[in-house]
């Protein structure tokens, strides 16, 4: 069983390299590791002058705003305790000290407080340095230190890793004199470091909801490009719905969010320069927080045309697929003319955000942004910025909100106003919703000055199973756009399937059809869809349809044959080949008369 080292054992290593029985591997690793570095003859660890301490911390800034709570909770409690509690920054340099004021000023003699520099190759074997070498919880007593001078001090030292980078960004320390026994150090010492991830996280959450709003924003100022925007760790917080399409370097994309996490701390200017020398044809843009950079926003500069899309569609395409489509897209042309508010309601993936687009395209101010804010997601905060834009914004564009229904009633007085404002500054507001803003309003749960200034005019789009007739025409084009997005081959349906197809309900309208193309197209081999390679969900709707129609027919020729017969039931069922009472019970099935006349 593997036990702390004594001292005797710690001297016999120095002299003759031999290891201790049954040691811990970790710290005899960690003691071979240190003789390499030559250490063992010092008796403090270094230390940074001001200057570079001070850089030090620039560096660390986050790490350390996101320590100050649990270091000041802990560092009071500590006091008359012999603890200490030290966080040192991602190269073993203490930040940050507190705890008991009589183990501090005795600390100063080894230089374990702030500036001392803790890595194993200054200091030999010990927790902070140890903890950051292999990345875990360390415990280091007594004569496990490497340097004889350090041995009179017990360390326990928990690493404080990044959230969505898995980075090590340092250590949270608890250190005390030796001979006193602290069995919960390690303990402590992990649950501080768990606070302090875990404020690591929300100061994350915070900066992504910052970097969407920026997105917002700049949108409404300044157009409608193609544009992503990361935040520190390189992770997606928005990107416009063709950016990696337009994007001509794949692999360049793809190495992007492997830089941004070691770059996020330098210069503004910096992080562009490396970042445009990755990626050409984009320009980026940093994004920063208080003086500090938080993210970053890359825009593409178009260099090709834009492919056909489904969610670019005009008017008239959309009308090609059937008479209710071509009614609503009538309508939508002669109200594309007209600065008056939209409300087009419609269930989920009917395609209101594609009628939309199409009405800005068929509007006088279709070069203007078209800018789509997710209602759900507003918050107090948001709202007021996009306000703000609103008021420095030059005018012009769409501002389509999608589901406004879906704001607080406490936050849709601020609403009102982003509405107010965009349309006074020449702006048109065109709002999504799938449900019924009218029923929302006589409920009391949407305000009635907004929904009037919203619902200047009103279009419906009914779901695909009130329009059966247009699901081929739809299915057809989103085959062919699917194909032009993706580059790849068309789909083909056998008869069987297409007729499975066109019999469905389609419960999630456009979107489940543009989701099942995207799975058939992956799945086929050849590109040819059989009925038996639906989903089983068509495969019943299609035997529903087949019960039915032999049912239909079953009772057209009953209903016949009782005609024939001038409504005689005994010659009836002859005619029919079954028994009296065997028609007696269709009849009663199918709801008809059973007279006789025999």
Known sequence: MERIARKKEWEDFMSTGQAPAAMRHDVLESWRRSLRHAVGERTRAPVLDEERLEGRRARARRLELASQKAINRAGSLLIGTRDILLLSDDSGVVIEAAGDPHTLAEAQENHLYTGGQWVEEAIGTNAIGTALYLGVPTLIRDAEHFCEAIQRWNCAATPIIEPGTGRVMGVLDISWP??????????????????????????????????????????????????????????????????????????????????????????????????????????????????????????????????????????????????????????????????????IEGETGTGKSSLAKAIHNASRQSQDPFEVIDCAQLTEESLRALIAAARDAEGGGILCLSSPGAVSPSLQKLLFTLVDLV???????????????????????????????????????PPLRERPEEIGPLLRWLIQCHA???????????????????????????????????????????GLISERMLPREFHQRAQINRTETLRDVERAEILGAVKAEDGNLSRAAKRLGIARSTLYLKLDSYGISRERRD
């Open 484 to 526: 032009t997005e993706t580059g790849r081959r068309e789909l083909r349906f056998t008869s069987g399937a297409m007729t499975a197809l066109q019999n469905y309900a389609w419960p999630g309208n456009l979107i489940e059809m543009r989701n099942l193309i995207a799975a058939l197209d992956a799945l086929s081999p050849s």
């Open 423 to 461: 349309s006074e500054r020449g702006g048109r507001v065109v709002a999504l919703s799938a449900r019924s803003l009218y029923d929302e309003m006589r409920a009391n749960n949407f305000r009635s000055d907004l929904y009037y200034r919203i619902a200047g005019a009103r279009l419906h789009i």
């Open 178 to 343: 030796g001979g006193i026994m602290q069995p919960n150090a390690v303990a402590l010492s992990s649950a501080l470091a768990l606070q302090v991830e875990t404020e690591l996280t929300q100061m994350l959450g915070r900066e992504r909801e910052r970097l969407l709003e920026y997105s917002h924003i700049r949108r409404l100022r300044r157009g409608n490009d193609q544009t992503l925007v990361m935040d520190r760790n390189g992770s997606s917080v928005f990107s416009t719905e063709d950016f990696a399409r337009f994007c001509e370097d794949d692999d360049s994309l793809r190495q992007l969010p492997k830089l941004l996490p070691a770059l996020i701390d330098q210069p503004a200017e910096q992080i562009g320069e490396v970042l445009g020398e990755c990626l050409n044809g984009a320009d980026f843009e940093v994004i920063e927080n208080q003086g500090e950079a938080i993210g970053v926003m890359v825009s593409l500069r178009r260099s090709r045309p834009q492919a056909r899309s489904w969610t670019g569609m005009e008017l008239r395409q959309i009308a090609r697929a059937g008479q209710v489509s071509a009614e609503l897209c009538a309508q939508a042309e002669r109200l594309a003319e007209t600065p008056i508010p939209i409300l």
